[in-house]
């Protein structure tokens, strides 16, 4: 590992600082930059000039969305991200019969689907299309949140362990570890235990409450692949020069580190994504997650799961079920299309 | 046999019917007739603890308990009318002192006689603190139990056995007369108590039970000897067996030879050997099987003729206000909560019919029940929400307190949602993890709105749904309910010898209850059978227990 005694001691020759300061990040080709001739010759040269690193990092993004947007796959993927982004936030785009999700009708209770109820009848008489489609805002809110959480949490510990190192790197990477054996489904079971949530407590509680459970488990994926990705960064001669000349570590870290390191946590991020939101439903499955009066697609599932009612009612779990597999389906393929435009060394 | 086609069905049905044996059962354990042995298999689940009379107070352990063991009275499983079984008879002048004769000849499975020493001994032992058993409080009536209980440290406020012993080893109000009379005194009047004798804790122990020293009594436990019809002859972790007992010598001798409980841990397990022939008898349903009647559809005979049954039980559920929730203090506004409840309709959607609406208080199953004693009950939303509105309405949400773990939450939302459609009150159902996190929850008052609270009778008496739950300061008075009537009422009943009498007395104070609403009845429960083709008959007693001695094989 190069700390930074090391660096100047490499960085003697000012046409190598030159030469790093334009080498192509991940490999993208693009025009070099031409040096003018003084400038290697001063012996103080200008500061990096930054545009140069973040037209780079656009490129890196342009590039990875040249590669999305031929695939059908993305279209796919993102036409029903979208739709279930706007099912989240404005589920009442969604309803045309104007009945609320707490509308009900024991009479009606298990019923099949009728003019209104499009997808029939829950167990309270609830109507099963209104009520799944305002549970996909606990799911995308649970997902969504928790993969930022996760890699905010991810990010910042991975950059720190990866480019600081030493001890620091010692301690995190073993807490890592720590969290990293307890399963997220059975950490999350014991959580969610722990710090149970009542009938009062507000929605945004209930939900924030699983969002912290995911995270807390969910963080060290993303710390590993950050650190070791700011690890390959790290030596990398644009880091170096950027040193050499003088730029403080969190502006190494800003411009230089973490745009370069990133990509591997975005692809991640989506992919798990998806498992995050199964993961949710799990848990209100099991009673412990989402609790009702919370309107969630997994806790739609576990009411409608018993093999009578399976029996004698089938839609009650086919649709829930449904909705939650192609939003789970949609994030997927999505970190799938990101990944392959991101990473080409994994495709 | 499914390639065969109907006619040839019609065929081998009427052949078995004519040959006397119509049980196709198909399975090892269809011993059949041809043997001479009967013998039929019961869903059986792992008792809590080990099999004594007085130490078992849950259905487990009590399904064997109840056919290894005979009482002074038996109640019938088809009206829970107590008759006398053991004893000769049972008289007492004054409601307070009884003579009990016994009936000679009763034999334990050992062999001894059952004698009027069997019973002291085995009600003293119960009661004595130290030996901390389940059932202990079922003796409280009789005088001088107060003395064989353990002594209140000072420093916890809780009985202590270690540091303060109990005074006596003797009740002073059992006295055995001679070898088949004793004399049972009671502290206050208890006209009932004959009532209560049925209970299994009342059971007698034979002689070597007294000789068992291990701790607890657990050899006695694991093979108990009784006077019962059948005697156990092994238990194991995944099954007991009962065989019929040739010595009984009572009224209610077992027609089947052997008795096998299989230890089943899931119901749903149970239920579906019970529907495929593979097991002869479940007590329990799987609620979500009662679903359109699927589970009248499984279980039926070739011939077309069922073979389940639903028996109404000493069950009642009812929702207890919470003493310190202020809102729910008005007498209007407890009405308008339980007149916007719509029973028939949860019973029939949630229930599927395996509840029955609730008229008032006391279950119809026991001796003095009168429908009609809650004038609330009756639907009627439009003079619900007058009443609500005269009350001022709830402010913030309502909260309806259910355990998670025992199928709760489905009726409870239902009721919110009723309550929400009828009166317009926000209303969040607040499901605790299990049982014992609700019951903490409400012994320490800690829980607003209102809780669940069910109650499972002991012995088939109106006095046993008022008595432990509505009198002041009661064990399981949950609402802090008192009523000096009512109080006194219930004194006055329990003092009466004539019991048709005191039975009007509880009627009456039933009847305050329907004007105070210390809670809001719901329904009372039933329990669901199945049985398989080879079984003809079964009956199951009030108390959710199968009667083996009436089962009829075909």
């Not at chain 1, 089938?314 to 392959?340: C, K, N």
């Not at chain 2, 065989?243 to 841990?265: C, M, Q």
Request: hydrophobic fraction near 40%.
């Amino acid at each position: 590992m190069t700390d930074l005694t090391d660096m100047n001691k490499e960085s003697e020759s000012q046409a190598r600082i030159a030469d790093a300061m334009t080498a192509p990040s991940l490999g993208i080709e693009e025009p070099q930059p031409t040096i003018p001739a003084d400038a290697l010759e001063d012996p103080a040269p200008q500061p990096v000039p930054d545009l140069q690193t973040v037209s780079e990092e656009r490129s890196l993004m342009q590039d990875a969305w040249i590669t999305m947007r031929s695939r059908p796959l993305f279209w796919i993927s993102a036409a029903l991200i979208f739709v279930f982004l706007l099912m989240a936030a404005f589920p009442q785009l969604f309803v045309f019969s104007g009945r609320t999700p707490d509308w009900s009708d024991l009479d009606k209770a298990r019923m099949g689907p009728d003019s209104v109820a499009i997808f029939g009848y829950d167990l309270q008489g609830q109507d099963i299309y209104v009520r799944t489609i305002y549970g996909a805002r606990a799911s995308i809110l649970v997902g969504v949140c928790t993969a930022l959480g996760a890699a905010v949490i991810g990010v910042v510990l991975g950059t720190l362990g990866g480019f600081i190192g030493r001890f620091l790197d010692t301690l995190l990477s073993r807490t890592a570890d720590v969290f990293f054996a307890i399963p997220l489904l059975l950490g999350g079971i014991l959580i969610m235990y722990t710090f149970r949530t009542t009938a009062e407590s507000p929605y945004f509680v209930v939900v924030f409450k699983v969002v912290m459970a995911l995270s807390v488990l969910g963080w060290p994926n993303v710390y590993r692949l950050m650190r070791s990705s700011v690890m390959q960064v790290k030596p990398s001669e644009y880091v170096m020069a950027a040193k050499a000349l003088g730029a403080n570590p969190l502006r190494i870290i800003g411009s230089h580190i973490i745009p370069n390191a990133i990509a591997p946590v975005i692809v991640v991020s989506t992919i798990d994504l998806g498992s995050y939101i199964a993961t949710e439903a799990t848990l209100s499955y099991l009673g412990i997650g989402l609790q009702a009066p919370a309107i969630s697609w997994g806790i739609a599932i576990s009411d409608a799961s018993a093999i009578g009612y399976v029996r004698n009612a089938p839609h009650m779990l086919l649709f829930p079920s449904l909705f939650l597999s192609l939003t789970v389906l949609a994030f997927i393929m999505m970190g799938e299309v990101v990944r392959d435009a991101m990473d080409p060394k994994l495709r | 046999m499914r390639a065969i086609t109907p006619a040839l069905i019609g065929v081998a049905s009427l052949a078995l019917l004519a040959s006397g044996c119509a049980s196709d059962g198909g399975t090892n354990n269809n011993g059949g007739e041809t043997g001479g042995a009967t013998e039929i298999s019961i869903r059986g689940c792992t008792p809590e603890n080990k099999l004594i009379a007085s130490n078992t107070n849950e259905v487990c352990g009590g399904n064997v308990l109840q056919a290894v063991t005979s009482k002074l009275v038996y109640y019938n499983p088809d009206n829970s009318a107590p008759e006398l079984d053991i004893a000769e008879s049972i008289e007492s002048p004054d409601a307070q002192n009884f003579t009990v004769k016994l009936k000679q000849g009763y034999k334990f499975h050992d062999g001894t006689e059952v004698k009027a020493k069997n019973f002291v001994d085995a009600w003293n032992w119960a009661a004595y603190g130290t030996n901390t058993q389940l059932a202990s409080s079922f003796f409280e009536p009789i005088e001088g139990y107060d003395k064989l209980q353990c002594g209140v440290d000072k420093e916890s406020g809780e009985a202590d056995c270690t540091k303060n012993k109990p005074e006596a080893e003797t009740m002073s109000g059992l006295k055995v007369v001679d070898d088949y009379t004793f004399t049972i005194k009671t502290t206050t009047p208890t006209s009932n108590l004959e009532v209560r004798l049925g209970y299994t804790a009342f059971a007698p122990q034979p002689d070597s039970f007294f000789a068992d020293t291990s701790q607890g009594k657990t050899e006695f436990g694991t093979l108990p000897v009784g006077a019962g019809p059948y005697k156990i002859v092994s238990n194991t972790a995944t099954e007991m067996v009962l065989e019929k007992f040739a010595d009984y010598s009572g009224a209610h001798a077992g027609s089947v030879d052997k008795v096998t409980f299989r230890i089943y841990n899931d119901m749903n397990t149970a239920y579906n050997d019970v529907v495929a022939n593979n097991l002869d008898l479940t007590d329990q349903v799987p609620a979500d099987q009662l679903v359109n009647d699927q589970w009248k559809n499984d279980l039926v005979n070739e011939d077309g003729t069922p073979r389940y049954g639903t028996k109404e039980t000493g069950v009642i559920q009812v929702m207890t206000f919470s003493p310190i929730d202020d809102q729910l203090k008005s007498i209007d506004m407890r009405d308008a909560l339980s007149m916007a409840l719509d029973r028939e309709q949860i019973t029939k959607q949630i229930f599927n019919g395996a509840r029955t609406p609730a008229t008032g208080w006391v279950s119809p199953v026991v001796d003095g029940y009168k429908a009609g004693a809650c004038t609330a009950c009756v639907f009627d939303p439009t003079k619900a929400k007058e009443l609500y509105e005269k009350a001022g309405g709830y402010k913030g949400t309502l909260t309806i307190a259910v355990n998670g773990d025992g199928g709760h939450k489905e009726w409870a939302e239902a009721v919110c949602n009723q309550w929400k459609n009828n009166l317009g009150v926000t209303c969040a159902v607040e499901a605790t993890p299990n049982f014992q996190t609700l019951r903490k929850g409400i012994n320490n008052r800690e829980l607003k709105g209102l809780y669940r609270g069910g109650w499972q009778m002991d012995y088939p008496s109106i006095e046993n749904f008022l008595t432990p739950i509505y009198s002041t300061g009661a064990s399981s008075n949950d609402g802090d309910f008192s009523d000096k009537k009512f109080d006194q009422l219930l004194k006055d009943a329990a003092a009466e010898t004539d019991l048709n009498k005191a039975n009007e007395l509880y009627q009456e104070a039933e009847r305050i209850l329907g004007e105070k609403m210390p809670s809001i009845p719901q329904w009372y429960q039933s329990s669901q059978y199945g049985y398989s083709s080879k079984i003809a008959e079964v009956k199951m007693t009030p108390f959710s227990t199968f009667d083996l001695s009436s089962i009829k094989l075909k």
